[in-house]
C-alpha cells in the first residue's frame, strides 16, 4: 500500500506534491497535532523548575546543572515553536495558495495552545508553591534529622527536660545489699549506692521543698541502718506521718528496741533537759535554753549575774520546778521568767509518779528512738535544739561503751541549728556518729530567726562537713544555680551557628554547613533541677559524679500496729502512775511531807541550808566543783534539822515510830 499523509478527510499521495508542499503539509500536521500540548509541557516546567538560573557555576551541584540544561532546552524549544508558524506560512507563500484560511487554523491554534499552556502554568507554579514552601523545608529537615554528624552535644532546653524526667514507682528493699546503702535509681534504673563504710565515716544533708520526698529517702535511710544493727534516733519537730510506723516496723523484722518518745504534754513519754550527764554539760544547756550565752554586748554584764545566781541554785537542783522556787524572789529575773515558761510544762518537770526517758541509757541499749517535738511552741522548741545537744554530749562521753554505730537523723534543722550542732558534724564522725539534717532551702540557715547564732557560718559549716547530698527540686532558681554548681562543669561541642536559607515562596531550608564550637555547662544544670519531679532529687557522693536519683516509698504493711504500740504505752504509764501514787500515800515518810516540814521550819531560821536539805537525788559524780565555804561552816546545821524531822513525823503517826538511827539513814540516803 502507498505512504500518505491524512489532512482532515482527504488523502494525499507522495507523488502528487512537490517537496516544498509535502513539508508544509507535515509541519503543519505536527502543528495541528500536538502543537500546543508542546507549548503546555514548556510552560509546566518553566513554572515549576522557574527559567533562572542559565549559567552554570563551578559550586552548582549535579541535580542544579540538570535543571540548568532542562531550562536551556525549553528556551531552544520554544524558539522552534515559535519559529513553526512562521515556516508554514512561507510554504503558503512560495505556493501561491490562499492564505486567509491560514489564518482562521491560526487563531483555532492559538487558542488551544493558549489555554493548555494557561492551565500548566497554573498547575507548574502551584505546585512550585506548595513544594518549596512546604515540602521543602520538611526534606530538609529530614536530611537534617538522618545526617551523621561528628558531635551530638546540645544545649539542654528545659522543655525536652521537663518530659524525659519523671518519677518511678519500685519497692526499695529489692535492691538492698549487704554492705551497702541504697539510695535510689538512677535515670537509666541502675540502683545507686554508698559503701557502708563509707556512709558511716559522712554526715548527710536531704534538701527540698515540702511534699517534694525528703521523707522518702530518709524512711529509706532509716529502714537500712536498723536492720544493719546501727543505732538510729530520728529528731522530728514536725510530727510525721510515716517516719514512725516506719521505724517500729523495721524493729519489728529486725528484732530491735524501739522508744516513742514526745515532748509534748499529755503524749507517751516525758525527759528532764538537765538532768542528765556531768554538771558542766547540764549548765552549758541550762545557758543555751535562757539565752545566757555572752555575746559581747552590753547586755553581758546582767547575764553574768543571772548566770551567778542560778549557777548556785543548779548545784542543788536541775528540776526546772524546784530551780523556779529557789530563785524566786532573786534578782535573776530573766532565769525566772524562762523557768516560768518550762516548769509549766508537764512533761519536763520531774514527778516520782513517772520514770523520765534516760538518754544515757537508751544509748547503751542501742535503742531506736524517735522524738516528737513542735515548731508551734517556742519552749519545746528550744527543748528539742537541748535533746540534739545532750544527745551529742552522752554519744562522746560512752563513746567507750556503745556497741554500735550511732546515726542521727534531724527534720527541719533550720528550726534546730545551734552552734553545738555545727561542731558536732565537724568532730563527731570520730566518735562514731553521723547525722543526717533535713531542711527546705540552703537559706533556711542562714536566715534563722535565732538571732544568738551566726546563721551564715552555721550553714557554711554543714555544708562542708556533709560530703553526702541528696537535694531535691523545686522553683527556686537561686537554689537551682546553688545546686547546679555543686555538680561541677563539663564542656560540650555543640553547633554555634546554623544557617538558613528563605525561598522565593517563603519556605525556609537548612543552609549547608554548620559552626562548631565549646561550651562549658553544669553537668547536671539549672533547666534539669527546675525540671525535677517529687522524689527525683541530685545525688551527690563522695569520689562520684553527680546524678539524677529516684526515690521511691518504704511500704507500710500495716498502718494500724504503730498506734496500737502507743496506746500500750500509755496504758503502761497510767498504771506505773497510779502504782507510785499508791505506794507514796501508803509511806509512812512521804518524800513531799519532809520537803514541805523542813522548808517550813527552817527557810526563817537557817537560810543557806534551806536548799540544801530539799535537794533530790542530784548527781554531781562528774561534777569538778569543791564545796562551798557555807556548807562546811554549816554542816552540822542538817542533823539538828533531821532530828526535828523525825520527832515530827513520829508524833503525826505515833502507831508506826521508827528508831531515829533508822530514820536518819533513810534521810542520808534521800540527802545522797
Same mark, same amino acid.
Given at each position: ?34 502543537? !500546543?500540548?508542546?507549548? %503546555? ?15 552554570? /557555576? ?49 487563531? +483555532? ?23 518549596? =514552601? ?27 527536660? !521537663? +518530659? ?46 515540702? =511534699? ?72 552549758? =544547756? ?45 534578782? !535573776? ?71 554500735? *554505730? ?5 527534720? +527541719? ?70 545546686? %547546679? ?35 562549658? +555547662? ?18 551527690? =557522693? ?49 518524800? /513531799? ?30 561534777? /569538778? ?22 520527832? *515530827? ?24
Amino acid at each position: 500500500m502507498p505512504f500518505s499523509i491524512e489532512i482532515s478527510d482527504r488523502k494525499i499521495y507522495p507523488f502528487e506534491v512537490d517537496m516544498v508542499e509535502l513539508f508544509n503539509l507535515y509541519l503543519m500536521m505536527f502543528t495541528h497535532h500536538f502543537y !500546543a500540548y508542546a507549548w %503546555a509541557v514548556i510552560f509546566l516546567l518553566g513554572s515549576l523548575f522557574s527559567m533562572t538560573p542559565l549559567s552554570i /557555576d563551578k559550586d552548582h551541584q549535579f541535580h542544579t546543572v540538570l535543571t540548568i540544561w532542562l531550562r536551556r532546552l525549553l528556551l531552544v524549544s520554544a524558539l522552534v515553536l515559535v519559529s513553526i508558524p512562521f515556516i508554514i506560512y512561507l510554504g503558503f507563500d512560495v505556493e501561491n495558495k490562499d492564505k486567509s484560511p491560514l489564518w482562521f487554523w491560526y487563531l +483555532e491554534l492559538f487558542k488551544r495552545s493558549f489555554i493548555l499552556s494557561f492551565l500548566c502554568s497554573v498547575i507548574g507554579l502551584l505546585t512550585r508553591f506548595l513544594f518549596t =514552601r512546604y515540602f521543602a523545608p520538611i526534606h530538609s529537615a529530614f536530611l537534617k534529622g538522618i545526617r551523621v554528624n561528628q558531635t551530638e552535644d546540645t544545649q539542654t532546653d528545659i522543655r525536652d527536660e !521537663a +518530659e524525659k524526667i519523671k518519677a518511678k514507682d519500685f519497692l526499695p528493699s529489692n535492691y538492698y545489699k549487704e554492705g551497702q546503702i541504697f539510695l535510689g535509681l538512677d535515670s537509666e534504673e541502675q540502683p545507686l549506692y554508698v559503701p557502708l563504710s563509707t556512709w558511716r565515716e559522712v554526715n548527710m544533708q536531704v534538701i527540698g521543698a515540702t =511534699r517534694y520526698g525528703k521523707g522518702v529517702l530518709i524512711g529509706n535511710l532509716m529502714e537500712q541502718s536498723i536492720l544493719n544493727g546501727d543505732q538510729v534516733i530520728y529528731i522530728d519537730p514536725k510530727d510525721d506521718k510515716f517516719a514512725p510506723h516506719v521505724m517500729y516496723q523495721a524493729c519489728q523484722k529486725a528484732g530491735r528496741k524501739f522508744i516513742y518518745l514526745s515532748l509534748n504534754d499529755d503524749e507517751a513519754g516525758s525527759w528532764l533537759p538537765f538532768a542528765g550527764g556531768s554538771y558542766t554539760d547540764a549548765f552549758s =544547756r541550762i545557758e543555751t535554753a535562757f539565752g545566757l550565752k555572752l555575746t559581747g554586748e552590753a547586755g553581758d554584764f546582767y547575764k553574768t549575774q543571772e548566770t551567778k545566781l542560778l549557777e548556785g541554785a543548779f548545784r542543788k537542783t536541775r528540776d526546772v520546778k524546784k530551780l523556779f522556787d529557789l530563785l524566786d524572789g532573786t534578782d !535573776a529575773l530573766r532565769v525566772i521568767a524562762e523557768l516560768q515558761k518550762w516548769k509549766s510544762i508537764n512533761s519536763f518537770v520531774e514527778k516520782k509518779s513517772r520514770k523520765a526517758f534516760d538518754i544515757d541509757r537508751a544509748i547503751e541499749e542501742n535503742a531506736v528512738v524517735y522524738i516528737k517535738g513542735s515548731l508551734s511552741s517556742e519552749v519545746i522548741r528550744v527543748a528539742t535544739k537541748l535533746f540534739i545537744i545532750e544527745l551529742v554530749q552522752s554519744a562522746k562521753r560512752l563513746f567507750k561503751n556503745r556497741t554500735s *554505730h550511732l546515726t542521727i537523723y534531724v527534720d +527541719e534543722v533550720s528550726f534546730l541549728a545551734s552552734q553545738e550542732l555545727a561542731r558536732a558534724m565537724a568532730t563527731m564522725l570520730g566518735f562514731n556518729v553521723n547525722f543526717v539534717l533535713a531542711y527546705q532551702s540552703p537559706d533556711d540557715i542562714v536566715n534563722t530567726d535565732d538571732k544568738t547564732i551566726d546563721g551564715r557560718a552555721i550553714s557554711q559549716s554543714i555544708n562542708t562537713n556533709s560530703q553526702l547530698k541528696a537535694i531535691y527540686g523545686g522553683k527556686n532558681f537561686e537554689v537551682a544555680e546553688w545546686i %547546679a554548681e555543686l555538680t561541677g562543669v563539663i564542656t560540650k561541642q555543640v553547633s554555634k551557628l546554623e544557617k538558613t536559607e528563605i525561598k522565593a515562596l517563603g519556605g525556609e531550608v537548612w543552609d549547608k554547613g554548620r559552626s562548631i564550637g565549646t561550651v562549658e +555547662e553544669n553537668l547536671i544544670n539549672t533547666n534539669m533541677v527546675l525540671s525535677l519531679e517529687p522524689r527525683v532529687c541530685v545525688l551527690i =557522693r563522695p569520689r562520684e559524679l553527680a546524678k539524677l536519683c529516684y526515690t521511691s516509698f518504704v511500704p507500710v504493711e500495716d498502718m494500724n500496729i504503730f498506734p496500737t504500740f502507743l496506746s500500750s504505752l500509755k496504758v503502761v504509764e497510767s498504771n506505773e502512775t497510779l502504782e507510785r501514787s499508791s505506794h507514796t500515800k501508803d509511806s509512812l515518810i512521804n518524800d /513531799d511531807e519532809i520537803e514541805d516540814y523542813l522548808l517550813n521550819s527552817t527557810v526563817t531560821a537557817v537560810e543557806p541550808v534551806k536548799s540544801t536539805i530539799t535537794n533530790e537525788k542530784i548527781e554531781n559524780k562528774n561534777s /569538778d566543783e569543791e564545796p562551798s565555804a557555807e556548807n562546811i561552816k554549816n554542816e552540822d546545821q542538817p542533823k539538828i534539822i533531821k532530828k526535828k524531822t523525825i520527832q *515530827h513525823l513520829n508524833e503525826k503517826s505515833p502507831s508506826n515510830l521508827k528508831s531515829d538511827e533508822d530514820m536518819l539513814k533513810e534521810l542520808d540516803l534521800e540527802e545522797e
